[in-house]
């Protein structure tokens, strides 16, 4: 896998488990990689610590907000239950973080309203 200049990721130091998470937020799908020594984006040392990764996106209006990754030293650990497991805790974390968002925003609203009643002049 390149990075935008082309050169190989460990070339900029880039960890071997942000490989799943570079893909997921490419692609903005699931990845499931059931031995990491097997996968073609695996780069690094031979011996593969972290042999299954499971990574999805985490979305806040439809804008990817990170990824939330699982990863295990075993090679086949995750299945298609745990990848629609792990994709209904993201999708209720977006909603969480997309509420909170929209909090903040109508909180400043109230500010700058608040501020702006304060100086306007009452008969």
Partial sequence: MLVEDHTPFHEHGIALAHLQPA?????GRPALVHDSALDSDHIGPSEVVLRSQLAVPLTVGGRAWGVLAL????????????VLL??????????????GAQLRELNETVAVLRATLARTPHP
């Fill in 71 to 82: 990863e295990s030293p075993e090679a086949g650990v995750f299945s298609a239950d745990d």
């Fill in 23 to 27: 893909r997921v937020i490419r692609t």
């Fill in 86 to 99: 792990l994709e209904t805790i993201a999708a209720q974390v977006g909603a969480a973080l997309q509420r």
